[in-house]
C-alpha cells in the first residue's frame, strides 16, 4: 500500500462555512458554464464518507456526579460528514473531507466557556482493514453566552487506490471515545 496520509486544514466555525458555502454558491451561479464544467470535471469519485454510529455522540457528565440530567456538562455529537474528492499524483485520489460537530451545553455545564473533545477519522479498504486513522481535537467555544456551538473540522486524506476504485474504500469518522463512554453510551441509547 502506497503512503497515506490525513493532513488538518483550516477549521472553521460552522455559521462561517455556512456563510462561505452560500458565498461559493453565489460566485458559481456568476461564473460562466465552462469554469463551472471545468471545476465538476476535476471532481472524482470518493470513497463512502460516514459517521460510526458507536462514536457519533458524548455525552459528558460533571466529574464524581450521577448520570442525571441535571448533571450533564454537554453534549457533543458529528451531525454530518461530506467529502470530494480530486485526483492525485501516483493514480490517488485526495478527500477533502468536512466533519460537522455541533455541542450543547448542558445544566452542570453553566460556566464553561467552550468545550475541547478529541475525534478521528479512518481510511479502510471497506468491509477488510484499516488503512490509516488519525485523531485530533476540536474546540468549540460557546460564544456570547450562548448555550450551543459548531465547528466544520476539515481534513485532508490521501486515498492510495493501486488499482481499485474509490468505492473500495470507506472513511469514517466520530468522536473519539474510551471504552467506558462507549459502553456508556451504548447504555443510554439501549443497546
Request: hydrophobic share 40%.
Amino acid at each position: 500500500m502506497g503512503i497515506v496520509s490525513q493532513v488538518r486544514a483550516a477549521r472553521r466555525p460552522a455559521v462561517t462555512s455556512a456563510v462561505l458555502a452560500l458565498g461559493a454558491i453565489g460566485l458559481a451561479a456568476c461564473g460562466s458554464s465552462s469554469e463551472s464544467a471545468s471545476a465538476a470535471a476535476d471532481a472524482v469519485p470518493c470513497p463512502a464518507m460516514s459517521v460510526l454510529a458507536d462514536a457519533a455522540s458524548l455525552t459528558r457528565f460533571a466529574p464524581g456526579a450521577a448520570r442525571t440530567p441535571d448533571n450533564v456538562l454537554y453534549e457533543i455529537e458529528v451531525i454530518d460528514a461530506k467529502a470530494l474528492c480530486q485526483p492525485a499524483a501516483g493514480g490517488q485520489v485526495t478527500a477533502d473531507v468536512g466533519l460537522s460537530i455541533y455541542v450543547r451545553r448542558g445544566p452542570a455545564g453553566r460556566d464553561l466557556k467552550g468545550v475541547s473533545e478529541p475525534f478521528f477519522l479512518t481510511l479502510t479498504e471497506t468491509n477488510t482493514r484499516v488503512i490509516s486513522r488519525a485523531s485530533y481535537q476540536t474546540v468549540i467555544p460557546f460564544d456570547n453566552g450562548k448555550n450551543s456551538g459548531g465547528v466544520v473540522e476539515h481534513l485532508s486524506v490521501t486515498v492510495p487506490l493501486e488499482g481499485k476504485s474509490p468505492y473500495a474504500f470507506e472513511m469514517i469518522g466520530g468522536i473519539q471515545l474510551s471504552a467506558d463512554e462507549l459502553a456508556d453510551e451504548r447504555k443510554r441509547r439501549g443497546k
